[in-house]
């Protein structure tokens, strides 16, 4: 076995490389841009090496800077996980140069497997099926348009080059077509540096089945079980799961034995996944499942194989480039229940989809599920790389409780600060028709409003969970500077017995839940307070203070950022010497929640005046000092009356 591996990645892949590595023995070298000098995947491993700027051709992608750090370190191998320079056969060759075992396919079986066209046409030659089309050389449009008509609408153009989703556009009418196919090229180009496409038959209620494989250096090609990878949003894969809902031992035998059969016609050795598009109207079945593409390396959502077999497909690829033969055969590998992957991004379903960066102030997934997270609370998700922070993979004896468990697991997923598909991914793993077995690749597509990935109204019961902190928050700050002062027993805030004597009070408060103006009713009682908005009382939530009077409140997986609103016209700017604080209207001073000399900042709740049972809190206009006070808790004020002065002051820098 290697002595040490350097791993040419980040995030979660990196640290599951570490993990089986460390298991092994072997001593793990990290590599990171300067964008990830703090980042988990830099502290888990033996030692680690700054290898360029944080855009990822400077660094990730930098074919010179990690070998030298391999070759300074004396690295046996090097590990690229997926992404990045997994599929780039000039890196593997560079490695094979440099007398550095690349953990992957020689460079000869990445290129043959590397270009759409080429790899189809290697395909027929092998004698497995492929989708039908157009793999032609000629490229000019008129022609790309006539073997479109041939082969008959709907067609799917593809990038030979392409991966990812991109460069691929689906046309279903003739009248579409050349539209369509520029902006293929254009997309191909730009991501690719090549514009070539191919045209395919589109293939109605498409599945996408895929079968890992290992191949070892005798020649040995197994597959262990396939993955059905239908659950995408834009050609990318968001749910996985093993085994393929509706998958005969038949079927899983032919369709194994063509992706075998695939891997064999390259000389392919290591781990590799052969992917499938299978017209899933009639049910999966022989004749009717067509090859796609190889991927030359560890996908993803290796994890659910791993999780049906029991292997460590990491350690197999490890054994298997030392030079060891596939450690099983065939007929021994295991399929045990059911597995599940759903893959946590930062990103804002309510928004299309947009990432979503910044620091985690909390991060906590519990559930009984495997988590392969790239972060921590306190990561910060940056917007150079791919935003998926975590894999949740649930296994159970059966699919039915395998989505339980998943959908559990993200009902109570916890991230703080930057936004994440949890809620979305819930939703997904509770479908109806999903848990049915009823889907295709379009199924996300097709569903986004009844799957909340739509603009939706902030989530009421958490933002009544971000009342309640903020009101005790509140209260905790009236009661320390209370402290040693006589009570104010007029202030429903310290006189929490006179609730009881004077019965049943109600308040409401005007709050501004994820940028939107709502009001919530707070009854202060007996029983102490309860908060209600939209008739929906406070749900069980976790509430994370942001530090600047906002909560970020995650229920369901969903985060609600929730703050008092500040009374109209009572925050004035500096500029228009408006240190004056003023009530707005008449009404009794609830609360002053700062005293004399005190620092402000600029949006920090000064007092609370009530009217017509609604409360209005004053806000500081600017960062600056309490210069003086005239408003006195528990007294009445008048419209206009002086609260009191805000002196500006430069912020301090801390
Ligand atoms: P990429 O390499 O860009 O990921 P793929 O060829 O792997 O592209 O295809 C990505 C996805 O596009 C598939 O998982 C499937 O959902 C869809 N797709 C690809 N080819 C077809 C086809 N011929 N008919 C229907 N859908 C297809």
Known sequence: MFASVLIANRGEIAIRIARTAKRLGIRTIAVYSEADAKALHVRVCDEAHCIGPAPARESYLCVENILAVARARGAACIHPGYGFLSENADFAQACADA????????????????????????????GVPVVPGYLGERQDAALLKQKAYELGYPVLIKAVAGGGGKGMRRVDLHAEFDAALEGAQREAKSSFGDGRVLIEKYV??????EVQIFGDRFGNVIHLNERDCSLQRRHQKVIEESPAPGMSRELRAIMGEAAAEAARAVNYVGAGTVEFIADGSQGLHAGAFWFMEMNT??????????????????????????????PLRQEEIPLNGHAVEARLYAEDPEHGFLPSTGTLRAFDIQG????????????????????????????????????????DALEHTIVAGPKTNAAFLAALARAPEFSAGKFDTGFIGRNLAALGAVPREPDAA??????????????????????GEEAEPASPWD???GFQLSGVRVVEYPVIADDKHIMAKVTFGPQGMAVEIAGQPAADARVVDAGDGTVLVIHGGRQTAVRFAGADGAAGDAASGGGEIRAPMHGKVLAVLVDKGDSVRKGQRLAIIEAMK????????????VADISAVAGSQIAEKAMVMVVEAQEPVVS
Not at 204 to 209: K, N
Not at 377 to 392: E, F, N, R, T, W
Not at 614 to 625: C, I, N, Q, S, V
């Open 99 to 126: 007398g550095i075992v690349f953990i992957g396919p020689s460079a000869d079986s990445i290129r043959a497997m590397g270009l759409k066209d080429r790899a189809k046409a290697l395909m027929v030659k092998a």
């Open 462 to 483: 958490a933002a009544a969970s971000g009342v309640v902190y903020l009101l005790q928050q509140q209260r905790a700050v009236i009661a320390a500077n209370a402290a």
């Open 297 to 326: 390396r560890l996908q993803v959502e290796h994890p659910v194989t791993e999780a049906v077999t029991g292997l460590d497909l990491v350690e197999w690829q490890f054994r298997v480039a030392s030079g060891e033969a596939l």
């Open 495 to 497: 006189a929490g017995d």
């Open 368 to 407: 009984d599920v495997r988590v392969d997270a790239g972060v921590e609370h306190g990561s910060v998700v940056s917007p150079y790389y791919d935003a998926m922070i975590a894999k949740l993979i649930a296994h159970a004896p059966t699919r039915a409780g395998a989505l339980d468990k998943l959908a």
């Open 204 to 209: 109605a209620t498409p599945r996408h089945i």
């Open 614 to 625: 609604m409360e209005h809190a004053l806000l500081a206009p600017f960062d600056g000092r």
